[in-house]
């Protein structure tokens, strides 16, 4: 068990609907990262925040958004879904936002199944 | 835009049997992770490697990191069916965000 919690493990909704993704980070640790698995475009770095603020975008859709909250949870926002918005959504915590620093591992939740239909 | 290559994407061995993963990258990074994963699951860790030259082994897996060369490789010495995995990995920028790589599928084979 990493420490990192994400809720719900499976999710199953239709096309145009709105879905939140919960992720609980470990304690202790001020970023959180989402990524998404998908068999076409393999693992994506999302988004980043780091003890609240937004740090750094990867590949997320202008539909995607996120937020992280004072308890330094997260939840991942994903609106009008398409079927191709089906994956593994994946959160990550750690300590640190910036390297170089000793420890710099990132520990992942179980992840979220989405599937959009 | 940062690459992140590996190779093979598709491995089957037979246990007792040797073999190396490459993971090529395309930008300036001293820190490269290891991550296995099993069908359906998470991520789990294996290796952070933080500067060149460094070499980290745990049981059956050895891996490596040339910043110079931009190459990293993890080496399976005398496989065993419980390695059978997806091997990920992931170069770190300085914002901590991790770029993947496309995962070989590790078979092994009794």
């Known amino acids: 068990d990493s420490g990192v919690t994400q809720t719900p493990k499976h999710l199953i909704t239709a096309t145009g609907q709105r879905v939140t993704l919960r992720c609980s980070p470990r304690?202790?640790?001020?970023?959180v990262y989402w990524y998404q698995q998908s068999l076409d475009q393999g693992l994506q770095f999302l988004i980043q925040?780091?003890?609240?603020?937004?740090?750094a975008k990867g590949n997320i859709l202008e539909r995607f958004s996120a937020q992280q909250f004072p308890d330094l949870h997260s939840e991942l926002n994903l609106s009008s879904l398409e079927l191709g918005d089906s994956a593994l959504y994946f959160c990550?915590?750690?300590?640190?936002?910036?390297?170089?620093?000793?420890?710099?591992?990132?520990?992942f939740g179980q992840g979220t199944r989405l599937t959009v239909v | 835009e940062l690459k992140v290559e590996q190779n093979p994407l598709f491995l089957s061995m037979q246990e007792g049997k040797n073999y190396t993963i490459y993971c090529d990258y395309s930008t300036t990074s001293d820190r490269l992770y290891w991550y296995r994963q099993d069908p359906g699951k998470s991520l789990e860790s294996l290796f952070v490697l933080l500067s060149n030259g460094a070499v980290k082994q745990e049981g059956r897996l050895m891996a490596s990191l040339d910043t110079k060369a931009r190459l990293s490789t993890l080496h399976i010495t005398a496989a065993v069916h419980d390695l059978s995995a997806t091997y990920f990995c992931a170069v770190a920028l300085t914002g901590n965000q991790f770029y993947f790589g496309t995962g070989t599928s590790l078979t092994v084979i009794p």
């Open positions: 990550a915590s750690s300590v640190f936002d910036r390297a170089p620093l000793l420890n710099t591992e990132a520990f």
């Open positions: 925040y780091y003890n609240g603020e937004e740090r």
């Open positions: 304690s202790g640790d001020l970023s």
